[in-house]
């Protein structure tokens, strides 16, 4: 089974520019989430799909990120325009609908997006 | 509010030697989901276990283990003679019960560094 595919694997940009990423979860997988971490700390979540329905983005900075799953398949995730502050792996996970054992969705992830904002 | 600390930032053994990294959480919920993932250098985060809040039962995968104490708030993961492939970065992370299961996104710890040395 195909892992949870991500690209580009590493982008550099100037402050101010826009950037997109791209995340094709686990076939099947219903939920999907974009994480953001920071060198030095644990990701944190930024939005959380179900299918193509956003179910969480309190933590998304919505004044310069957005993201889209419009037919509830892959995901972008878009920054514009960078910060300094950006400068982070994103991450993007994906469960599937029901739950395993026990009643909890297990998080696959993919090999992250490294962004550098200069 | 949820928060998982892992105090150890950075731990360095010689191949062989057990090690034990700690994990504390605290959450108001009754149900919850604890995780640990490992995080090679190649940046993606890999699942090792996922644990309820109502099974105590300790855990045994080969070389590792977990010990899970609601008393202490506590799910530390002890690798048994470690080996230089065990070198990651190791991530707890705690999920809400109390949530619908699609919204059940993760809170990390900020990560221990494991560099076992040859």
């Known amino acids: 089974e195909a892992g949870v595919a991500q690209s580009p694997r590493y982008k550099i940009i100037e402050k101010r520019q826009s950037v997109a990423f791209w995340c094709n979860p686990i076939?099947?997988?219903?939920?999907l989430y974009w994480y953001q971490q920071i060198l030095g700390q644990g990701p944190k979540l930024l939005i959380q799909f179900q299918n193509n329905g956003v179910v969480d983005d309190s933590q998304l900075p919505k004044d310069r990120f957005s993201a889209e799953r419009l037919k509830g398949v892959d995901s972008t995730l878009k920054i514009q325009p960078a910060k300094l502050e950006d400068s982070a792996v994103y991450l993007c996970a994906s469960s599937p609908m029901g739950n395993d054992r026990g009643g909890v969705k297990t998080q696959y992830f993919g090999p992250g997006t490294r962004l550098l904002v200069l | 509010a949820q928060k998982v600390t892992q105090a150890q930032t950075e731990i360095s053994v010689v191949e062989k030697e057990d090690v034990t990294l700690d994990c504390v959480y605290e959450?108001?919920?009754?149900?919850?989901?604890l995780f640990w993932y490992k995080q090679p250098p190649s940046g993606e985060l890999v699942f090792l276990i996922r644990r309820n809040s109502f099974d105590e039962q300790n855990e045994i995968s080969g070389r590792y283990s977990w010990n899970f104490q609601k008393s202490t708030s506590s799910f530390n993961f002890t690798i048994t003679a470690s080996q230089v492939v065990d070198s990651a970065v190791y991530f707890c992370a705690l999920s809400r019960g109390s949530l619908a299961p699609g919204r059940r996104a993760l809170t990390f710890g900020s990560g221990t560094r494991l560099q076992v040395q040859p």
């Open positions: 076939s099947g997988h219903a939920t």
């Open positions: 959450t108001r919920d009754t149900t919850y989901y």
